[in-house]
């Protein structure tokens, strides 16, 4: 049974500048305001959820001593830093085109905040476990389909993209640490309910939110095809249905979805090319 990432694979953090559009189109996701605000309103989370991971994660650092799982948490840490710095980024391009950023983050952060405060650090650790779950499903489906992403900025493209390879690398990375220190599936199976309730919650004020400001929130059009782009026959989100359903299930692991060859294969775009 696979319980762990798998040997020999790297966990590093790859210090990649993206140049983001100045501004940003409004639309970069091919001309389609439902497609970009979707995306943009979790970019928007990511900076303050990314670095609760890290704390979540941090906290427990000193109870590992297996070495290797040691050596993938340094990369974990380092991957998200570097996600966070690089979205929030994003954040104030989007907050330049008039959006209010600032609102969505405060929400958020008050929320880990109360989190960080309210709940033992078993908890957050395992909230962190269940989150990476859900990024580690849609970062596969990103990375599996282009489709998801063409007629997108190229920038974009490749800024996503990267996100997802990481996203994959260090998928099982909170949830190795969570095995070891603690292992109660219970908790587990809790903190991904709550976690799916609280990010659908919030993706979808944000996205309500710039949808609203494009003068687009009450477009008929927008949220039919917007719904079908989603839940359709080959909507982004239907097939991830069945691997998010996994995690509940007794003595799932992350890396029982195996896609290291996937991962392998979109490591490619962004290895040095020769000159
Ligand atoms: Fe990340
Ligand atoms: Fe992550």
Redesign the pocket.
Known sequence: MVSTTPEGLQIRPRHLDFDLPNPLPRHWHSGDAFKSHLFDAMSVL?PDG?RFFIDSVRQFRDQISDPALKEQIRGFIG??GH?SREHLEYSNRLRELGYDITRIERRAQARIRYTQKKFSAKRQLAATAALEHI?AIMADGLLRDPKHLQGAHPELIRLWRW?AL??TEHKAVAFDVFNQVCGNRKLLRRAMLMGTFFFVLDTSRGLAHMLKRDGLLWNWRVWRDGIRWMWGKEGVFRPLIGTYLDFFKAGFHPWQHDNLELLYRSRAEFEPQPV
């Open positions: 990511f990314e991957q998200e996600h990024t996100h990481e996203e």
